[in-house]
């Protein structure tokens, strides 16, 4: 009896090893056509229908102006959203800050999902949101009704702010990171500067509405894509399928070994199915409070994460300066055709700054990333580089708007955008590399909750107010610019700080088991994982 059962034992192994194989294989399989290079272009074309967006609802001719009337009595219908709906100034510089509130609620609650969610399904969740939503701008009757859809445009947006340079940062050559990130936010400026040439166009020629279906199309086939794709992984997190695979395999063998079991004593089949009968029963009682001490563990690890965060004298430094710089930044992109149509009667307001920004802005940007990877991508260095490009180019750009000559003036500042916009690969590897990385996420969505609560969602309106009480496009326009400068300094200031680059730190979400960690492997690496296996292979 026992050499039958040893026998049953021993032909039982073979079984179980193929079992634990295939479950494994097929639970956490590899990505399928994935590269870096292509998930880098796919999350740029994202990014740039996202900010396409914005700088379409700045756009003359989606925003529009008001109805106007001469002393005379002569009056001119208004045009776009703003004439449609009856906006003033301060109305409309809120319009273009609803996202905001959608953002603000989101972006922290998709950061902390991603430790129990797939990352790359959150994004997918997200833009579903994102186009729902801009449908629905193109269909709303009111100011209040778009208001409503500009800020589920702010919770569709969240996720994917959130994970995607996370994604590219993990992915990315060690030497190109800075670079990398550069590419990827160079569809802030560009995206922008096509809105702005894209509303005018569309609401020129036909209805503002239109625009707004242009996106929603635009954006449909990569929603669809964050469902259909397999999953990617986040480095210091670990995957809900990995999991699964790990689980699977414990129950093979809890099988297998059941099955051995009976094989050796038939009798006590009836002891173990009643034990497992009573487990089930268990399960079942406790699993209310199991989702009660889940929701709970979770508000916990996001507040002890917050604590972190603020307490870092690197992070809060490098956030207070990009809530200045987007201060500014994000006044122009709203205001800036306004401006440049009433100080210097451009008749292409839209189309001269678009041009301006779309090329200050993709050179600039990729410029500022390839030169931190040129003086060594540290966090000092970055700190240098934000603070000289921030001084030099606020500097030009101030100097821009004293010039009465247009043609001065376009010039003066087209050299500041290229100065200022040099700042984005640089900050957002701060946030990126002063955290561990099971934070980066919650890193990124803090910083970017931060920039627009503080910083271009304040300032849209502010700057509508100041201009509706002095009346003056051109002290309007320097007065904002003046900003620039405080944030200089605040980036000054962070070069002094002790700073360590976290990038490579095990977090307590690190993986340690074989299994998961092989799910967790960046594409980057993923010919060099399989050129291993199957060397290690009898």
Not at 464 to 475: P, T, Y
Not at 477 to 496: C, D, E, K, N, Q
Request: neutral net charge; contains cysteine; hydrophobic residues 45%.
């Amino acid at each position: 009896m026992a050499q039958k059962a040893t026998k049953s034992s021993e032909e039982a192994k073979p079984r179980l090893a193929e079992t634990a194989m295939v479950i494994a294989s097929t639970a956490a399989p590899a990505p399928s056509w994935f590269t870096p290079k292509r998930l880098l272009v796919i999350f740029c074309l994202i990014n740039l229908i996202n900010y396409v967006d914005r700088g379409t609802i700045a756009s003359n001719g989606v925003n529009g102006s008001r109805t106007t009337c001469t002393d005379s009595g002569i009056c001119t219908a208004g045009t776009g959203i703003q004439g449609e709906f009856h906006l003033n100034n301060f109305q409309d510089g809120v319009l273009s800050s609803a996202f905001m509130v959608g953002l603000l609620i989101a972006s922290p609650v998709f950061a902390s999902l991603a430790k129990s969610v797939s990352p790359f399904r959150l994004i997918g969740v997200g833009l579903s949101v994102w186009t729902f939503a801009i449908v629905g701008c193109a269909c709303s009757l009111g100011f209040w009704s778009i208001t409503i859809f500009r800020m589920l445009v702010g919770v569709g947006e969240a996720s994917f702010i959130s994970l995607a340079a996370p994604f590219i940062d993990d992915n990315a050559p060690a030497a190109q990171k800075t670079a990398w990130l550069a590419i990827f936010y160079m569809c802030i400026p560009s995206g922008y500067a096509l809105g702005y040439v894209y509303g005018g166009v569309v609401g020129s020629h036909t209805n503002w509405r239109y625009a707004f279906v242009g996106e929603a199309i635009l954006m449909l086939p990569f929603a669809i894509l964050g469902f259909v794709m397999k999953p990617l992984q986040l480095k210091g997190f670990f995957h809900p399928e990995s999991k699964k695979a790990v689980t699977a395999v414990e129950t093979a063998v809890e099988e297998v070994q059941g099955a051995d079991t009976y094989g050796i004593s038939n009798g006590k089949d009836a002891s173990y199915s009643m034990k497992k009968d009573m487990r089930n029963s268990t399960l079942q009682k406790s699993s209310k409070s199991k989702v009660a001490s889940n929701i709970k563990n979770q508000i916990s690890r996001f507040l002890n994460d917050m604590k972190v965060l603020l307490v870092d004298e690197v992070y809060v430094v490098n956030v207070l300066g990009y809530i200045a710089y987007n201060f500014v930044i994000g006044a122009y992109s709203y205001w800036g055709p306004k401006a440049g149509y009433n100080i210097y009667h451009m008749n292409d307001a839209d189309t001269i700054f678009g041009g301006i920004t779309i090329m200050s802005g993709i050179l600039g940007t990729l410029a500022g990333g390839f030169l931190l990877d040129y003086m060594t991508n540290t966090i000092s260095n970055a700190f240098k580089l934000l603070s000289a490009v921030t001084l030099i180019g606020g500097a030009f750009c101030f100097g821009a708007f004293c010039f009465k000559n247009m043609y001065v003036f376009l010039a003066l500042f087209g050299i500041g955008e290229l100065l200022v916009f040099a700042t984005q690969g640089p900050v957002n590897y701060i946030c990126l590399h002063c955290v561990k990385p099971s934070m980066r996420p919650l890193s990124m969505a803090i910083s970017t909750v931060s920039i627009h609560l503080f910083g271009d969602v304040p300032s849209a309106p502010l700057v509508g107010v100041l201009q509706d009480a002095i009346n003056n496009w051109r002290k309007t326009a320097l007065i904002l610019t003046a900003v620039f400068f405080p944030s200089a300094l605040i980036w000054f200031i962070g070069i002094f700080l002790h700073s360590v680059d976290r990038f490579n730190e095990e977090s307590e979400h690190q993986i340690t088991t074989k299994t998961e960690r092989s799910s967790t492997t960046p594409l980057l690496e993923g010919k060099k994982m399989e050129t291993t296996e199957s060397v290690a292979e009898p």
